[in-house]
């Protein structure tokens, strides 16, 4: 019921090389088994933080036995009971505006801070949702004290609700935001900070009733979140619309992944085309290539590379155990021979012998 697309799209306005802290509230109007609101804290992509209005306390992924937990426990007060104030006053006048009938309604909200690589703050984001659907979105530039529109509120703000709104980011948000920000960012730099490659597959799947192929490439295993996963035909990018999957999903190890898949018919495959798979993460200095060829003759089936290559390896393999056993073995004759010839060489001459008696 909950649609947390949207929420999760705001999260990649952030600079990919930057580090940001985010709050994922959900307010929810009529009767659900769900809490009225709730919230749910994120360093980068990590959870370390919930909040919602059956304890009204936050609670955090770890270090409950910091020195600054009182203090800590004071803002998050502060601010989730901004969040919910505001969020609840907000969906009234929504409702209204939009005439919505009684019933379940899902007002989402993604509102945090980002920390640049020079330790310097950068924005705060502010996004809205109103039932899945984009509602107002914004970012609020500190040094500037003024907020730039990306997409306008669905009710217009006076001026003195503006300024209202400019002095609780300055003062208030962004200012908690950022002091949360750099203390996780320093408690958990072991994960957040960790750079882990992806590994990479390209697939093909025969589809029945010989309609063609499906060729997916597959990169999985990699840290952090971002990456750059691209198909082309003969050297051209694939328009989207041809193209499923592309969604990154987590692993069950903090890892992600990310596919994307491509139908080919059967006419196409017979055309030759060459298929690219290309892919760009933060942990790699080159992009990294994979080309398949719409060469029915030259690939497995069921397989992810080429059969001819993996029968030359194996050729290759069998010819070096070869060579390696044939060496081993003249040189343990070699050895042999001389051995014989020494004890030869070295060994008495039988005698004659005589009775001197």
């Given amino acids: 019921m909950l649609k947390v697309a949207y929420l999760l799209s705001c999260l990649t306005v952030v ?3 930057s580090h940001s802290l985010m709050a994922l509230a959900t307010y929810i109007v009529g009767q659900t088994p769900f809490p009225e609101f709730s919230a749910v804290v994120m360093l980068d992509d990590m959870q370390i933080g919930y909040y919602d209005s059956t304890t009204w306390k936050p609670v955090y992924r770890s270090h409950n036995d910091s020195k600054d937990y009182n203090k800590e426990q ?3 007060g502060v601010v989730f009971q901004n969040l919910y104030d505001s969020m609840k006053n907000r969906d009234f006048y929504v409702k209204k505006h939009l005439n919505l009938t009684d019933g379940v309604h899902v007002h989402q909200r993604v509102v945090g801070c980002e920390l640049l690589n020079d330790d310097k703050p950068g924005p705060l ?10 509602m107002e979105e914004f970012t609020y530039d500190l040094e500037q004290n003024d907020i730039h529109m990306k997409k306008p509120w669905i009710i217009s703000w006076d001026q003195v609700k503006q300024l209202h709104i400019k002095y609780l980011f300055g003062n208030v948000y962004h200012p908690i935001c950022i002091k949360v920000l750099r ?4 408690l958990e730099k072991n994960n957040v900070m960790r750079k882990v490659k992806p590994r990479v597959r390209l697939m093909r799947k025969k589809l029945p009733d010989s309609q063609g192929l ?7 295993g990699f840290y952090p979140r971002h990456i750059n996963l691209t198909l082309f035909r003969d050297d051209q990018p694939v328009d989207d619309d041809q193209i499923t999957g592309g969604q990154i999903l987590p692993n069950g190890d903090g890892t992600y992944q990310m596919r994307k898949s491509l139908m080919i018919s059967d006419e196409e495959l017979h055309e030759g085309h060459k298929y690219n798979c290309t892919m760009k993460h933060l942990n790699l200095d080159n992009k990294l290539d994979i080309i398949f ?12 590379v080429s059969l001819s290559v993996v029968i030359s390896v194996l050729v290759l393999m069998c010819v070096a155990v070869l060579i390696v056993t044939a060496l081993i073995w003249r040189k343990r004759r070699a050895a042999g021979q001389g051995s014989e010839t020494s004890q030869n ?3 008495p001459t039988p005698s004659t012998t005589h009775d001197e008696n």
């Fill in 214 to 220: 499906q060729i997916s490439c597959l990169a999985t």
């Fill in 345 to 347: 060489k070295y060994s």
């Fill in 15 to 17: 600079n990919a090389v």
């Fill in 183 to 186: 203390r996780y960012l320093h």
């Fill in 74 to 76: 004071k803002d998050a």
């Fill in 125 to 134: 984001h502010f996004c809205d949702a109103f039932d899945g659907q984009c």
């Fill in 293 to 304: 060829v719409s060469d029915t003759d030259k690939y497995d089936p069921g397989g992810s």
